[in-house]
């Protein structure tokens, strides 16, 4: 252009910053300043909104500056977008000041500045706020009452939800997409999918996407999947776009058994809309098929290859699973393989891995692991000083994880339900309850947790009245409601402790039903008092809910075997035959060099196994010559003696 003015550079900033380039239109504004044309409340307006966009606070510090020497401060649309700036630059305090010295307050400046504090998740100022936007007669709009809605996320707040509803009413808001959207959240996260689902049903000409995936979502967050799948299906037959916060959505609600084989309906439908590349809907998929009652390792694997962009939860998923499904050499080389493609390591990898140095009980490598822990500045990390106490604890080394809790702040439960679990089951039960009571002594949240290790510690101890007393004041005294992992501990104590009876009565007590973790425990204890009796009763039933699960033919079959009752313990091992039911072997680890070696009984699959073999082969040959030779020598000595006293 050979003739350019402020219009003209106004609008080019604008066009710039519009479409994502601060940097170009911020060149421009200091290039049409060096050639003298004069900045006006649009040039600050559009130059502003880039500086918030794009979080340049010292950019825009500079230009308020120029704003005061320009002599615009006062004007609405400037003060307006710098107040903007400010707030979304996370500096509320100087916002809130360019607010109290605006001469003239628009809607937008009073709905920036309750944004900003809403952001601040500020509860009490931002509707002290509203309430004076409202005193002084300026507009609601749907800009002011969605950011409130958000802070309304607690059944606690559902009265002052019904207000507020009642106020969007009285602003002619209630048919306006987003506040009906923000709306049917709200009501859902403070409890009450009642209204959600009237709010949904009532406003259904003012349906959009994100309408639909609100609704999906409040299903899922009240435990209603099938009405979560139902709705996806809807959104469907109703001609709605589904996104990737729906699919991710509608694969959480596949997590529980009764929804698995919708999962990967779901997998199918993912990759026909050609979304199988996005990292979030795969990361939902590594969850769901990791969750999955079949343990599906190989499929999880499978969507991790697949990701073109791994994040962080990719691998930590990934890492997380093999740690819990116990393959733990495999989440040791994973976790190095993340290190080799510098993934950040964060709480959530370090705490798989050392769950997994435990159950190995490799030791130098848990060490290593607590090293770079220490280097990344995580060691006292809730999440991985609690895993770095059960590591200790698991290798034997109790002062160690002593050390570590003393270390890591005393503000959570997590670390010190580690330690009590540590010495309950190392049998230091002194020293579990000591920890208990400066636990409460110290006013720390109690969890279910916490008593799931204290009542493990009395069981191993063999301490009844405690654990009773613990178990009977739990939600008197404590309020923490009695969970089927409490009633299994009590059973175990009571079982350890033989006392049948009260194990039997507990369960009959109970005001849910028992799952299959309680039975096997009372089956347990059964074998430990001798009740083979009750033992085939509660055996009948635990094979009819969980006919797959091992353990309850074993410990039926070593009853039977103790009672010299070969028939029946023959009819129950053909029984596992044709279930096709296989007794899990046990496995002992050694740590050589810093490598994990794995054995269970008459195992080859190690590659030195031969050479082990051949080696515990030739030491059995020098204990048998021993013990012959020791047999010799103590005949010769009673031979001696007797002839001794034969003469």
Same mark, same amino acid.
């Given at each position: 252009?050979?003739?350019?003015?402020? &219009? #003209? =550079? $106004?609008?080019? /900033?604008?066009?710039? %910053?519009?479409?994502?380039? @601060?940097?170009? *239109?911020? !060149?421009? +504004?200091?290039?049409?300043?060096?050639?003298?044309?004069?900045?006006?409340?649009?040039?600050?307006?559009?130059?502003?909104?880039?500086?918030?966009?794009?979080?340049?606070?010292?950019?825009?510090?500079?230009?308020?500056?120029?704003?005061?020497?320009?002599?615009?401060?006062?004007?609405?649309?400037?003060?307006?977008?710098?107040?903007?700036?400010?707030?979304?630059?996370?500096?509320?305090?100087?916002?809130?000041?360019?607010?109290?010295?605006?001469?003239?307050?628009?809607? &937008? #400046? =009073? $709905?920036?500045? /309750?944004?900003?504090? %809403?952001?601040?998740?500020? @509860?009490?100022? *931002?509707? !002290?706020? +509203?309430?004076?936007?409202?005193?002084?007669?300026?507009?609601?709009?749907?800009?002011?009452?969605?950011?409130?809605?958000?802070?309304?996320?607690?059944?606690?707040?559902?009265?002052?939800?019904?207000?507020?509803?009642?106020?969007?009413?009285?602003?002619?808001?209630?048919?306006?997409?987003?506040?009906?959207?923000?709306?049917?959240?709200?009501?859902?996260?403070?409890?009450?999918?009642?209204?959600?689902?009237?709010?949904?049903?009532?406003?259904?000409?003012?349906?959009?996407?994100?309408?639909?995936?609100?609704?999906?979502?409040?299903?899922?967050?009240?435990?209603?999947?099938?009405?979560?799948?139902?709705?996806?299906?809807?959104?469907?037959?109703?001609?709605?776009?589904?996104?990737?916060?729906?699919?991710?959505?509608?694969?959480?609600?596949?997590?529980?058994?009764?929804?698995?084989?919708?999962?990967?309906?779901?997998?199918?439908?993912?990759?026909?809309?050609?979304?199988?590349?996005?990292?979030?809907?795969?990361?939902?998929?590594?969850?769901?098929?990791?969750?999955?009652?079949?343990?599906?390792?190989?499929?999880?694997?499978?969507?991790?290859?697949?990701?073109?962009?791994?994040?962080?939860?990719?691998?930590?998923?990934?890492?997380?699973?093999?740690?819990?499904?116990?393959?733990?050499?495999?989440?040791?080389?994973?976790?190095?393989?993340?290190?080799?493609?510098?993934?950040?390591?964060?709480?959530y990898s370090f705490s798989a891995v050392l769950r997994s140095c435990a159950d190995l009980a490799a030791l130098q490598l848990g060490r290593q692991v607590h090293v770079l822990a220490l280097k990344s500045g995580l060691e006292s990390n809730e999440h991985v000083a609690g895993s770095l106490i059960f590591m200790y604890s698991k290798c034997g080394l109790l002062d160690d994880a002593r050390k570590s809790f003393e270390e890591t702040p005393k503000d959570s439960p997590i670390t010190w339900n580690f330690a009590i679990f540590g010495y309950a089951q190392h049998g230091q039960g002194e020293l579990a309850l000591e920890l208990f009571h400066q636990m409460t002594k110290s006013k720390v949240k109690l969890d279910h947790v916490t008593f799931v290790a204290v009542l493990t510690a009395c069981?191993?101890?063999?301490?009844?009245?405690?654990?009773?007393?613990?178990?009977?004041?739990?939600?008197?005294?404590?309020?923490?409601?009695?969970?089927?992992?409490?009633?299994?501990?009590?059973?175990?104590?009571?079982?350890?402790?033989?006392?049948?009876?009260?194990?039997?009565?507990?369960?009959?007590?109970?005001?849910?039903?028992?799952?299959?973790?309680?039975?096997?425990?009372?089956?347990?204890?059964?074998?430990?008092?001798?009740?083979?009796?009750?033992?085939?009763?509660?055996?009948?039933?635990?094979?009819?809910?969980?006919?797959?699960?091992?353990?309850?033919?074993?410990?039926?079959?070593?009853?039977?075997?103790?009672?010299?009752?070969?028939?029946?313990?023959?009819?129950?091992?053909?029984?596992?035959?044709?279930?096709?039911?296989?007794?899990?072997?046990?496995?002992?680890?050694?740590?050589?060099?810093?490598?994990?070696?794995?054995?269970?009984?008459?195992?080859?699959?190690?590659?030195?196994?031969?050479?082990?073999?051949?080696?515990?082969?030739?030491?059995?040959?020098?204990?048998?010559?021993?013990?012959?030779?020791?047999?010799?020598?103590?005949?010769?000595?009673?031979?001696?003696?007797?002839?001794?006293?034969?003469?």
């Open positions: 252009m050979s003739h350019r003015d402020t &219009v #003209s =550079w $106004n609008t080019m /900033i604008a066009g710039y %910053v519009n479409v994502g380039c @601060f940097s170009t *239109s911020w !060149e421009l +504004f200091n290039d049409m300043r060096r050639r003298k044309f004069s900045v006006d409340e649009y040039t600050f307006g559009s130059i502003l909104k880039g500086i918030a966009c794009n979080g340049k606070l010292i950019c825009g510090e500079q230009l308020h500056s120029m704003v005061i020497k320009v002599g615009c401060e006062l004007d609405v649309y400037t003060a307006s977008s710098l107040l903007d700036m400010y707030s979304k630059c996370g500096k509320l305090g100087d916002a809130y000041m360019v607010f109290k010295m605006m001469s003239e307050r628009s809607s &937008v #400046s =009073w $709905n920036a500045m /309750i944004a900003g504090f %809403v952001e601040q998740a500020d @509860f009490e100022t *931002s509707f !002290e706020l +509203f309430c004076c936007m409202e005193n002084e007669g300026m507009k609601i709009h749907d800009g002011t009452v969605a950011p409130l809605l958000t802070l309304l996320n607690d059944p606690d707040y559902f009265r002052l939800m019904i207000q507020l509803h009642s106020k969007i009413i009285k602003h002619g808001l209630s048919s306006n997409t987003t506040v009906c959207n923000a709306l049917l959240t709200s009501y859902s996260e403070c409890g009450s999918l009642e209204h959600a689902e009237k709010l949904f049903n009532d406003a259904f000409d003012v349906h959009d996407s994100i309408t639909w995936n609100s609704m999906l979502g409040a299903y899922l967050l009240h435990n209603k999947e099938k009405l979560a799948i139902k709705i996806f299906f809807d959104m469907q037959e109703f001609g709605f776009e589904r996104d990737i916060y729906t699919y991710t959505t509608v694969i959480s609600a596949c997590f529980e058994e009764p929804y698995q084989v919708y999962g990967e309906c779901f997998h199918c439908l993912i990759i026909k809309a050609g979304l199988e590349n996005s990292t979030a809907i795969a990361n939902t998929l590594i969850s769901m098929y990791l969750k999955s009652s079949r343990k599906a390792m190989v499929d999880a694997l499978r969507v991790f290859e697949s990701i073109d962009h791994r994040d962080s939860v990719s691998w930590n998923s990934v890492l997380t699973g093999l740690s819990q499904y116990g393959l733990n050499e495999d989440a040791v080389k994973f976790f190095g393989e993340m290190r080799s493609h510098d993934v950040g390591i964060d709480h069981s191993h101890m063999g301490w009844v009245e405690e654990g009773r007393h613990i178990l009977k004041t739990m939600e008197s005294k404590y309020g923490i409601p009695l969970r089927m992992e409490h009633y299994a501990c009590a059973i175990d104590l009571f079982g350890r402790a033989g006392h049948l009876d009260e194990a039997k009565t507990l369960v009959k007590s109970m005001p849910f039903e028992p799952d299959a973790m309680v039975w096997k425990t009372l089956l347990g204890a059964c074998r430990n008092c001798g009740d083979v009796e009750y033992a085939n009763q509660i055996a009948s039933h635990l094979l009819e809910i969980v006919p797959e699960e091992h353990c309850t033919y074993v410990i039926l079959s070593d009853m039977y075997g103790r009672l010299k009752r070969w028939d029946e313990r023959a009819n129950l091992t053909r029984l596992m035959r044709e279930r096709g039911v296989r007794k899990v072997p046990g496995w002992s680890w050694m740590e050589i060099n810093n490598e994990s070696h794995a054995f269970n009984a008459e195992d080859t699959s190690h590659p030195n196994s031969k050479e082990i073999y051949d080696t515990l082969e030739g030491l059995m040959n020098e204990i048998r010559m021993l013990k012959r030779a020791s047999n010799s020598e103590a005949f010769v000595q009673e031979w001696a003696v007797f002839d001794g006293c034969c003469g």
